[in-house]
């Protein structure tokens, strides 16, 4: 097991240099040059060349794309082209932001999904079932920025609540931002919460734990869900790359200054620099989560954990173990 | 005849949920609403007046009209061409490119790894993400916005095809077919393409829906269509700041994005139903 | 006593299993009459709450496909373990022993208490079906065809298990099956049942040797005969009937080569033969046969 969280962790460092030089590559195409963005357009030919140098954005591709990989093994992102400071400190900063709205919105989600998952599968075809399930939809149909908008509708400017936006002055400013990134996957994983419960309950080994004599919540929680969990599991997983890209929209609308908000702005502003460490760290985030969840997985399903195990005996390839989730 | 049919069979058990046939008629009615947006709209998308600026709905502009004087009733009819063109295109080319890739992978062994790790590191960068540095790269524009939008997700369709041809290949009819000398492309088209086609057109028309979304999400951040074209996340992102005084320049563009994606996800979850023979009873 | 269930499929045999546990699905199944005794209290007039203490406990029950049958997400040992907590008052450690105890009973080491499912073949799955179902040594054990999922060789050894623990637990059995054989091998008492009904119930040696109805005659006759190497095998006519829309009158006059007219009509009360026997005819009713 151990053997195998080591090699799916050594998998991240070629998946980000993949990701590097995608990015890189995309970046590097794109039209506006930074520095005449910076310096203006009428900078001269040695004021723009030293800009180039002082930033790492001279010579050639190849040039420019070595010494990115350089630095990222270094573990230096670069310079923000904006602020002329290093980008993993900018990050850092803006990370702790998102990182704390994400947690909260995937903890909401993770438990208003789950539980009225379950409850519309145990009350199916009820109006209980019908409701939870057509809110689902509704969930899932709404773009995010959209529901954002109608929160601070609603809350800041009909009601006056709750601040339309801000980040770290009042617990208050989190609750939209994190119901509107929640919700969207509160949706998705009810949905697959209810699915999976209803494949689940039709199963042999319900009726044995009902032979059993044992009670009917009792069979839900420790024989249902468990094995419910297993395509929950997976999707909670995604979701949780959904929230990172979420939050990008989500911060805008808030004026939130986290990671989102700073990849927008770098964007808009070609600082590349900025935008590759945000695309970077997103992706390295990504990487651990999937693996915190494939961890999981293991727990919950023993199955998956004797196929890790046979899979370190007989070198089967790791796509092998994956497939089969 | 056969063909025939197996799509009445289809329609007949699509026609049984209710909330799918009306999603389906959602759809149809705003295909109708695009295709015909210069009779049905009763102004243009771009026709100022400041005279009638910020007029709340009212019976002759049923859903008001902007800061510059635009209906945006018409501006919604015409934006309709973008979402669903955008919806519809986008896909086209994810399916198109992720189906091609994924076949080869699941053919051609050597290839396989090669795709799939590269495939791996595009699903290593989120979506929206990675359409937000395909379109800045080529720059704005509604073709650009497809591109992006359509590029982000072939890794997604490539492992649908991809494990969906893996599955069919293992099976009997295509032995047989190897055995009396088909190619490998015969073999791909005429008897692995038709039997992954059901859940290919499911996964379609789901990511159709979020490439409705995503797109208005890139034109509401700035990175898509521009103004004045009416596409209806950049008509949210203009209606944004009369949030306080004119809410309904950013009620009406969102619900309409809403309807449109709520139709194609019943759609898409009535044909998951029918089509998907794992869901059978 | 040990009696035996036969029947077609779809006759409706697994379907009255589950009625006694209380265990029909709903919907689309609901008990609308009748009862079931257990020791002189009508199950289908218990409480839920009482039914509990009773399914695992006194009744217990066997399934048909043990690959499917265990939870895979738990150990075996917890499995069994389960029950035992559920009907006793036992501690961890002690329900932890018990299980491994009863899983040496069923011929597997108790050190596999902590494996899982998957880690088990099927012939051990059923062994490990039978040790959760006697934990708690029941005085009725029903099992549902548990041989019919399993390997020839496998079925003759859980068979062979199920008679021994049977004695030794002193259960009363209840067995499902198809199988005339494995009826013939460990039943006292036989009933043959088709759409729902008992139409024939006797002692192992009245059923096998003086059989009366029609369909056990037919079930009988349609078994392949070692001695007389007949190219065809007999068949009993016509399919069994959808349980939704039985025939009225006698359920097997469509099928029944001495149908007659009054056969068509009416309910066809069951007719005692002799002391153990009895036949539901309506040939025996009118004294014809």
Known sequence: ?325 | MKKHSMLSEIWRRFRKNHHAVVGLAVLVLFVLIAVFAEQLAPFGYDDQDASRAMIAPCMEYPFGTDNLGRDVLSRLIYGSRYSLSIGFLAVGISVLTGGFLGVIAAYYPKLDNIIMRCMDLFMAIPQMLLAMCIVTALGSSLFNLMLAVGLSSTPKFARVVRASVLATREQEFVEAARAIGAGNWRIILHHILPNSISSLIVQATLAMAGAIISASALSFLGFGIQAPMPEWGAMLSAGRKYIRTQAYLTVIPGLAIMVVVYALNVVGDGLRDCLDPRLKK | ?289
Request: glycine share 10%; hydrophobic share 45%.
């Open chain 3, 1 to 289: 006593m040990r009696r035996g269930g036969v029947g077609d499929p779809g006759a409706g045999n697994p379907t009255t299993a589950l009625g006694i546990m209380g265990l029909v699905p709903d919907p689309p199944g609901e008990v609308l009459s009748g009862s079931v005794l257990f020791e002189g209290q009508d199950l289908l007039q218990l409480p839920e709450k009482n039914m509990r203490e009773i399914r695992g406990g006194k009744i217990s029950m066997i399934f048909q496909d043990p690959m499917t049958s265990l939870n895979p997400v738990m150990t075996v040992g917890e499995q069994i373990a389960e029950v035992v907590l559920l009907h006793s008052r036992m501690s961890k450690q002690e329900a932890r022993k018990k299980a491994m105890e009863m899983l040496e009973q069923v011929g597997i080491p108790g050190g596999r208490c902590d494996d899982y499912p998957h880690q088990f073949s099927g012939g051990m799955k059923q062994r490990v079906m039978i040790a959760i179902a006697l934990a708690c040594s029941p005085e009725l054990l029903i099992a549902d065809e548990p041989t019919t999922a399993l390997d020839v060789t496998i079925q003759a050894q859980v068979l062979e298990l199920m008679r021994n623990l049977k004695r030794e637990y002193g259960t009363s059995l209840i067995l499902i099956t198809h199988d005339l054989g494995v009826v013939a091998k460990i039943c006292d008492k036989v009933a043959v049942v088709y759409a729902g009904e008992i139409i024939e119930y006797g002692t192992l040696e009245d059923i096998y040797t003086d059989k009366r109805h029609p369909y056990t005659i037919g079930l009988f006759d349609s078994l392949p005969d070692i001695e007389n190497e007949a190219a065809e095998l007999k068949v009993i006519q016509g399919m069994v009937p959808d349980p939704s829309n039985l025939p009225e009158g006698c359920k097997f006059h469509p099928r029944c080569p001495y149908a007659q007219e009054g056969c068509k009509h009416g309910r066809v009360e069951p007719v005692q033969i002799s002391e153990t026997h009895m036949v539901r005819c309506g040939r025996f009713r009118s004294g014809e046969v």
């Open chain 1, 1 to 325: 097991m151990l053997k195998y969280i080591i090699k799916r962790l050594l998998w991240i460092i070629p998946v980000l240099i993949g990701v590097t030089v995608i990015v890189f590559t995309i970046l590097y195409f794109s039209p506006g040059d930074p520095a005449y963005l910076a310096l203006g357009d009428n900078a001269t030919p040695e004021a723009v060349e030293a800009y180039r140098v002082e930033m790492g954005i001279n010579g050639t591709y190849w040039e420019r794309l070595g010494r990115t990989l350089l630095g990222l093994l270094k573990g230096d992102l670069g310079i923000s082209y904006r602020s002329r400071t290093p980008v993993l400190d900018e990050l850092i900063v803006r990370f702790k932001v998102t990182f704390n709205i994400s947690a909260w919105s995937i903890i909401l989600g993770i438990l208003l999904g789950i539980f009225f998952g379950i409850i519309s599968a145990l009350k199916q075809n009820t109006v209980w079932d019908s409701l939870a399930t057509g809110c689902a939809l509704f969930g899932i149909s709404m773009p995010m920025f959209w529901q954002g908008l109608m929160l601070i509708l609603i809350f800041s400017v009909w009601l006056g609540w709750l601040p339309a936006s801000g980040y770290g002055d009042s617990w208050k400013q989190m609750v939209m931002p994190v119901i509107a990134l929640g919700v969207n996957s509160s949706a998705t994983i009810m949905r697959t919460t209810r699915s999976s419960m209803l494949e689940v309950m039709r199963q042999d080994y319900i009726r044995t734990a009902k032979a059993k004599g044992q009670s009917y919540w009792m069979v839900v929680l420790r024989h249902a869900l468990r094995n419910a969990m297993i395509p929950i599991v997976t999707v909670i997983g995604l979701q949780l790359g959904v929230l990172l890209a979420g939050s990008i929209v989500t911060e805008a609308i808030f004026s939130v200054a986290g990671v989102g908000k700073y990849l927008v702005d770098s964007l808009n502003a070609r600082d590349y620099a900025a935008v590759q460490g945000c695309v970077l760290l997103i992706a390295f985030v990504s990487a651990i989560l999937n693996l915190i969840v494939d961890v999981i997985y293991t727990y919950i399903d023993p199955r998956m954990k004797t196929m890790y195990e046979s899979a370190k005996v007989f070198h089967l390839p790791k796509k092998g173990a994956k497939s089969s989730v």
